[in-house]
């Protein structure tokens, strides 16, 4: 087990007794964009940012529980596959362990929104259609913040996917985000 997460549902407690997710925890060393080097520190950062009066909180653990911890099996260097990517594992695992669909879906799709900014010059349609493929755009959106809030992430991906999804509303007539007081 792991002495600082206290699970919050019977859910969460099923997943933690899982070796896979623990192992999954213990893995990685500081490297860039996740200084704090295990994926379980990650984890707990993530965690700890995660309101206790958040309407999302339990789907946000659930999210925050999973998203990186098939990193352990992934194969950098390699050509895409869904058996190497760790977000297709994660929603996979996520499936065995009966956690809601919704989830699982959003799980699969955590880190397409930085691939869009890195590696496609942030394109904005195709940005929104990544987003459309999610069965809870809120959440998804929600969920990709709270991850690119962490220590050793590039704030100029947060900063563009903030305004990238901004509500209308909050845009002045040119389509750029208007700061709120």
Known sequence: MIEWFVPESDLEHRLLEDPELQRGWAW??????????????H??????????DDPLRRDLRLLTLLHDTFKVNAREGLPYSPDTDH????????????????????????????????????????????????????????FVELDAATLGKDPAFLEWFRAATAEPSSRDGDGARVKRP
Request: hydrophobic content about 40%; aromatic content about 6%.
């Open 28 to 41: 990685g060393s500081p490297r860039h964009g996740h200084p704090e080097g295990a994926v379980g520190r």
């Open 43 to 52: 984890v707990a950062q993530m965690l700890d940012e995660i309101a206790p």
């Open 87 to 142: 977000a297709q594992l994660a929603k996979r695992f996520a499936e065995r362990h009966g956690c809601p669909k919704r989830i699982a879906d959003t799980l699969a799709l955590h880190d397409a929104p930085y691939w869009v900014w890195h590696r496609r010059g942030g394109d904005l349609e195709l940005l929104e259609q990544v987003l459309s493929w999610a069965p809870d755009r809120e959440l998804l959106i929600r």
